[in-house]
């Protein structure tokens, strides 16, 4: 569980007393460390015993028919000024899990680990807000950008409003170098693997239909969407340095993301 120490520990504390006793569950989630705390653990997994029988699905079908890793799709417009990035993803492990690696500043999946280099990290953190599974925080964040070869970390102090029962997260900037706008969203959605070939009188349309139709044996997937929107400052918003920042944010958005994917993949081979 090492490149996910946080989430590793804690799932599997939870797994443990769920065996001893389904009705009693620890409240005692929080971090030692004044700069970071967990929701309650019933906002961070609606449905805990789900989560874990979905790892032990992924874990089984890895053996027999491992999850192929498709390209992220992704695709940047530009009008009046501003730069749009959409991405879509699908990513082989559970929506809640996918979601917390995203969200987790400590058990994040950014750290390459041929290299031993880490693409992002969060260098700060503090809780503005917080009511039940909606939590708005200020964060510094270091994305470190391969330029011509040199891998310089360009600082960005973001605000953040997480929605961990919708798993999505909005976010804006309240400073990042070269940008004069910067923000976004991203969100995680469920997809049905196994529909095709576990529900085939009727096709599923939620969780709780998908659970039914396929026994409880149907592997969930994640969709992960992310929208993007970025204008940056004079002289950087005229070609070619417009074109060098627009290259620069696809080239490290699509390494972030192979890194997601690395992630979840060692985590279904896990012992």
């Given at each position: 569980m090492g490149v996910f120490p946080r989430f590793g520990s804690w799932i599997n504390q939870k797994s443990q007393q769920l065996l001893k006793a389904e009705s009693k569950r620890s409240k005692n989630?929080?971090?030692?460390?004044?700069?970071?705390k967990l929701p309650d653990e019933e906002y961070l997994y609606p449905d805990l015993k789900e989560v874990l029988k979905q790892r032990e699905l992924w874990r089984e079908a890895e053996q027999n028919h491992p999850w192929h890793n498709a390209s992220p799709k992704i695709k940047?417009?530009?009008?009046?000024?501003?730069?749009?990035?959409h991405i879509e993803l699908?990513?082989?492990?559970?929506?809640?899990?996918?979601?917390?690696?995203?969200?987790?500043?400590?058990?994040?999946?950014?750290?390459?680990?041929?290299?031993?280099?880490?693409?992002?990290k969060n260098k700060s953190r503090k809780i503005l807000f917080e009511n039940g599974p909606r939590q708005i925080t200020r964060v510094e964040k270091s994305v470190v950008c391969n330029v011509l070869g040199l891998y310089i970390p360009i600082s960005m102090h973001l605000i953040l409003d997480e929605n961990r029962k919708d798993l999505m997260t909005q976010y804006k900037k309240e400073r990042v170098i070269f940008m004069k706008e910067f923000k976004g969203n991203y969100k995680?959605?469920?997809?049905?693997?196994?529909?095709?070939?576990?529900?085939?009188?009727?096709?599923?349309?939620?969780?709780?239909e998908y659970k039914k139709c396929s026994g409880g044996k149907g592997k969930i997937a994640s969709k992960l969407t992310v929208d993007q929107f970025y204008k940056p400052y004079p002289?950087?918003?005229?070609?070619?340095?417009?074109?060098?920042?627009?290259?620069?944010?696809?080239?490290?958005?699509?390494?972030?993301?192979?890194?997601?994917q690395d992630t979840t993949t060692r985590f279904r081979t896990a012992a």
């Open positions: 989630v929080d971090s030692e460390e004044d700069n970071f940047v417009t530009r009008e009046n000024g501003f730069y749009h990035m699908t990513v082989g492990l559970d929506p809640d899990s996918v979601y917390f690696f995203l969200t987790d500043p400590e058990s994040g999946p950014f750290q390459s680990l041929n290299k031993n280099r880490k693409l992002m995680v959605e469920p997809v049905f693997v196994d529909k095709e070939r576990l529900c085939k009188k009727k096709i599923p349309m939620t969780r709780e002289p950087f918003n005229l070609p070619p340095l417009s074109w060098l920042i627009r290259g620069l944010t696809i080239k490290t958005s699509k390494a972030l993301l192979a890194l997601l």
